[in-house]
């Protein structure tokens, strides 16, 4: 009877939603949070691998292609011309894509407090973001890498739902 049997508690609280399309297309407040949100995104990414973890990072990476600080610094000076606009344009692409998504979302899903924004946003940062760890893992890169990694993607989509929950909650 366990399985044949429906529960009035469960079958009451679902829900239908619906939206229409021009429901994701950010109004001009909207639009600020998303592009404040991205902005500080970008920024706290500067800063992670830079002052916070960069060293850390430079290390880790130099350690798994087995050469020494200025080796590494030689090969990034190397491609640093060609590859330097490209590197920006997609951090600041992935800021605003990542913001607009978790705005689409939390809006989609009325989710306006900004604790449940973050709790949300883990929530899909977690089931999103865990198969590139368990990749990562069985490509051999070194845990302090993934480590770093991971607890930047998680601090930035933290912050970005705290950031992009004020304009829902405005609405």
Request: proline share 3%; glycine share 6%; aromatic share 10%.
């Amino acid at each position: 009877a366990l399985f044949g049997t429906k529960s009035p508690r469960l079958t009451s609280s679902l829900t239908v939603m619906s939206f229409e399309m021009s429901d994701l297309i950010p109004d001009l407040l909207g639009a600020l949070v998303i592009m404040a949100a991205a902005a500080v995104a970008f920024s706290l990414c500067g800063i992670w691998y830079g002052k916070l973890f960069g060293d850390q990072w430079v290390a880790v990476i130099c350690e798994d292609k087995k050469m020494d600080k200025n080796e590494f610094q030689d090969e990034v000076e190397k491609r640093w011309p060609d590859s330097m606009g490209m590197c920006f344009i997609s951090s600041i692409t992935c800021s605003v894509i990542r913001a607009y998504v978790t705005w689409a979302a939390l809006k989609t899903f009325s989710i306006a407090s900004m604790g449940s924004a973050v709790s949300a946003s883990l929530l899909v940062f977690g089931g999103s973001c865990l198969p590139s760890v368990h990749h990562s893992l069985w490509e051999g890169r070194p845990l302090m890498l993934i480590a770093i990694n991971f607890a930047n993607e998680m601090t930035v989509t933290a912050l970005t739902a705290f950031i992009v929950s004020f304009s829902i909650s405005a609405a």
